[in-house]
């Protein structure tokens, strides 16, 4: 029977601390990983010239992503970011403004469509959209539903837009609790470890949609601990996969074949 393979590409949408570090996690693992930002520079708001200084807490825990030290300045965290993304292999499109995404079912992709550097308008395919921009997405198109706002769906686990195709936002709801004093970015480097667990998933199934079952949806945790907790492990129960119809029926004829030739 015909089993589809392709390694999932994924595009992350915002170059600050959540998008980086999902951006990393994902081309660590081998997951040919774009990262957009309409800024210069990897960072958000810790590139920004008047940016104030930080905690010298801001650095990875994780080890393959603690490149660089941080020594309390914003600018210095900035570049810890950017060493990260940088050493994972994830291409940077600086000056790039993402205006379109919509699933294609048939391919089980999203084409996002941007203007780059030079004022020119583009669209290129992903298997897996990331949105870390930490702003509402009118650009996102809801497959079967044209009247609704993605931010008017239920978020499972602070991650996952539930009823949503392969899409992951790591900007989610964020804690307050004191342990953010301790680990300013731990609740980021569990939403990237998560996305990159989420594209393994993509990548065992095969081309297709992987959604929360909406029977599964689970409330967002309120402290850094819970989230953490909720994305230590990749719960493959809670998700529906359906294969891209294009794949769906190179299956069904191979099939066929297959058991015609008996």
Not at 26 to 44: Q, V
Not at 98 to 126: C, K, N, P, S
Request: aromatic share 8%; proline share 6%.
């Amino acid at each position: 029977m015909f089993d589809p393979y392709r390694r999932p590409t994924v595009a992350v949408i915002g170059a600050g601390p959540a998008g980086a570090t999902t951006a990393a996690e994902c081309a660590f693992s081998g997951f040919d990983t774009t990262l957009f930002d309409k800024r210069e520079a990897i960072g958000g708001h810790l590139a920004a010239p008047d940016a104030e200084p930080v905690s010298k807490r801001l650095h990875y825990r994780t080890p393959y992503l603690k490149v660089t030290k941080v020594d309390g300045s914003a600018a210095a965290a900035a570049r810890h970011l950017a060493a990260a993304v940088q050493a994972g292999g994830a291409d940077f499109r600086p000056h790039t403004t993402v205006t379109g995404a919509a699933f294609d079912e048939g391919e089980g992709q999203w084409e996002v469509t941007f203007i780059d550097t030079q004022g020119g308008e583009h669209t290129e395919r992903f298997d897996i959209l990331v949105r870390a921009t930490g702003e509402a997405s009118p650009w996102i198109a809801v497959p079967g539903r044209p009247n609704i706002s993605v931010d008017d769906l239920y978020l499972h686990h602070g991650v996952e837009v539930v009823g949503l195709p392969n899409a992951l936002f790591v900007d989610g709801p964020y804690p307050t609790d004191s342990s953010l004093k301790r680990h300013p970015l731990a609740v980021f480097e569990a939403r990237g470890d998560y996305a990159r667990r989420y594209a393994r998933q993509l990548e065992i199934r095969g081309p297709g949609a992987l959604t929360v079952k909406r029977d599964k949806w689970l409330v967002q945790p309120g402290a850094v601990r819970g989230i953490r907790s909720k994305l230590s492990e990749f719960d493959a129960t809670v998700h529906e996969f359906k294969r891209a119809s294009h794949y769906a029926d190179d299956a069904r004829r191979a099939a066929r074949a297959t058991a015609a030739a008996r």
